[in-house]
């Protein structure tokens, strides 16, 4: 089993940065996907991006939702088995719980793709 645990979620306001963390535990597999979703209010949970690793090669490919593309960057540490995302310029369409998700046999862009899920972190974006 993986356990994942999102933090760094909050309020802030338009233009403004945050830095969610998805901290893993557990289980250790040789091949991940790790990716970001998010689930407005009365929406369905969409994909935000994804990163995935190898234990020979380190970090391969990532992919990033076009809504999000050029605003926010995921990245992973692996020394702490964290993964990020870095959310930069952000918009009040943003807002909205943000689960980090774990694939351990190459996820793509699809929720079905993910074998484990985090609780969620809130994100609001309001002045």
Known sequence: QVQLVESGGGLVQPGGSLRLSCAASGRTFSTSTTGWFR???????????????????????????????????????????????????????????YYCATSTAGGGSSRSDYNYWGQGTQVTVSS
Request: hydrophobic share 35%.
């Open 39 to 97: 689930q407005a209010p009365g929406k369905e949970r969409e994909f935000v991006a994804r990163i995935s690793w190898t234990r020979s090669w380190g970090v391969g490919s990532m992919e990033y939702a076009d809504s999000v593309m050029g605003r926010f960057t995921i990245s992973r540490d692996n020394t702490k088995n964290t993964v990020y995302l870095q959310m930069n310029s952000l918009k009040p369409d943003d807002t909205a719980v």
